[in-house]
């Protein structure tokens, strides 16, 4: 009995190393074609998912929810198509309530694959769009990728998904005018708020001409308008990658500079809307009593925008303690530390005027309460220019206050003769273009104001600023 336990023993003991040898060998090849396997596992997931996607054509999406991006026909259109377009003048735009399999890649263009059976309008088999809402301005739109939709025909070879989501994806870009404050306000956040609401924040954002830094400067405002990752070309894989969604949202819809509209798609949105979501994803104070409301031992707040390379307040120490004298006390912002969103933001909001020689950083408008006042300078020659920041404060429950300068307030008077066009006749520049006009007007003067004169608009803006 103990011989028969003893052979049974070294049985086992010669068995193991035969089995462990076996294990060895199965790994080894399981290594060698796990590339080929996930390739094959991911490319049949991938189908089954798209075949899922365009069996729910028009399950996945609220289809009445995108047709508040578009009005008349358009929306018909997208009910019978799956997709509709729109042209305006400003911007182009696509909507689809059907599956799409969108390609990401370093390169400079975007391929939106649309394969849900959607029908382009003209049976046409790609459309392109540049999805920045300033198509008409060339130099806007040489920083800006293009967007290729394409129908999803036999002869179009899909690539595969990588990912796929459960919400529809914007499509739109960072490029353009991005970094300009103005800009990046009036031609993206704003055209991104007003097209998002109808999802937010169940929604995908997709940035192509992506910048890294835009990204982390407004980071938390774009988490306010979805819950889930940006994304972008990817940095580690040179072919790109494929995102595939229920429906998308191809380019921007846009209601002109710094303006919501109520009476356009997607309705009944205003900028004092945009300014609630505004300060409640930067967690700014919540709206309140006006911030212009002071204690009695407590002066009025003005903030003043400092410029250092054109435009420049000449004098700006004498109109600072003009402001004092009249009853303020003044912040001074330099251009550095209006680029730190977050302290820019918080610092205006607790203002009762916002004051600055014209230029993008008047922009910060958007921070203040309501009541409280903006306070512009306007160059000479910068009239028209100067609506860009005269109209939006009185849309946004705002007041404002304009000051005009004469033409001995502005340092072109030491460069051109009295009677030239360009001291008596603005607007004749200005018909030659921008690339004429604006080393003049923008870049080529700066101002000295006159304190006498200067001296009413600040009583002007404490009088209002006091109620």
């Not at 009445?64 to 305006?88: D, F, T, V």
């Not at 080393?439 to 006159?450: A, K, S, T």
Request: with cysteine.
């Amino acid at each position: 009995m103990a011989k028969d336990s003893r052979k049974r023993a070294l049985f086992v003991f010669l068995l193991i190393p035969l089995i462990y040898a076996f294990i060895l060998c199965f790994d080894a090849a399981s290594l060698r074609s796990s590339g080929a396997v996930q390739l094959r596992e991911r490319q049949r997931d991938t189908y089954v998912g798209q075949q899922q996607l365009s069996k729910n054509h028009g399950k996945d999406v609220d289809s009445s929810k995108l047709q508040r991006l578009l009005r008349g026909k358009s929306q018909e259109e997208l009910l019978q198509n799956g997709i509709a377009c729109i042209a305006k003048s400003k911007y182009d735009m696509c909507v689809t309530v059907s599956p799409v399999a969108v390609h990401i890649t370093k390169s400079k263009t975007t391929n939106v694959y649309l394969t849900g059976n959607q029908k382009l309008p003209s049976d046409r088999n790609n459309v392109t769009i540049l999805p920045y809402p300033q198509k008409g301005d060339g130099r806007a739109m040489i920083n800006t990728s293009p967007v290729n939709l394409l129908h999803a025909n036999a002869a179009t070879s899909l690539p595969p998904c990588d990912v796929n989501h459960a919400v529809p994806a914007a499509i739109f870009s960072t490029g353009g005018y991005a970094g300009n404050f103005f800009h990046d306000i009036s031609d993206i956040l704003i055209p991104l708020f007003l097209t998002s609401s109808i999802l937010r924040p169940n929604i995908s954002l997709v940035l192509t001409d992506y910048q890294s830094w835009w990204v982390q400067k407004y980071q938390r405002v774009l988490s306010a308008i979805s819950i889930n990752d940006i994304i972008s070309a990817p940095t580690d894989y040179p072919g790109g990658t494929v995102h595939c969604f229920p429906g998308a949202i191809v380019g921007l819809t846009y209601h002109g500079f710094m303006a919501c509209n109520k009476t356009d798609v997607p309705g009944n949105l205003t900028c004092v809307d945009f300014l609630h979501f505004l300060h409640s994803s930067l967690f700014l104070k919540t709206f309140g009593p006006p911030a212009t409301v002071t204690t009695q031992k407590e002066k009025p707040l003005m903030v003043l925008l400092s410029r250092r390379n054109y435009r420049i307040l000449l004098n700006e120490e004498e109109v600072i303690n003009l402001a004092k004298d009249v009853g303020f006390r003044v912040e001074v912002v330099t251009p550095k530390e209006a680029t730190q969103l977050q302290f820019i933001a918080e610092l205006v909001h607790s203002s009762s005027v916002l004051f600055g020689v014209h230029g993008a950083g008047l922009t910060n408008m958007i921070f203040l309460q309501p009541g409280a006042v903006l306070l512009q300078v306007v160059p000479w020659g910068l009239d028209w220019m100067s609506t860009c920041y005269s109209k939006p404060p009185l849309e946004m429950g705002l007041k404002y206050v304009g000051y005009k300068i004469d033409l001995a307030e502005s340092t072109l008077i030491e460069k051109y003769p009295i009677d030239d066009p360009v001291m008596v006749d603005p607007e004749s520049i200005h018909m030659k273009g921008y690339d004429v006009s604006r080393p003049i007007y923008m870049e080529g003067q700066n101002v000295r104001l006159n304190l006498t004169r200067f001296r009413g608009t600040l009583e002007t803006a404490m009088q209002l600023a006091e109620f």
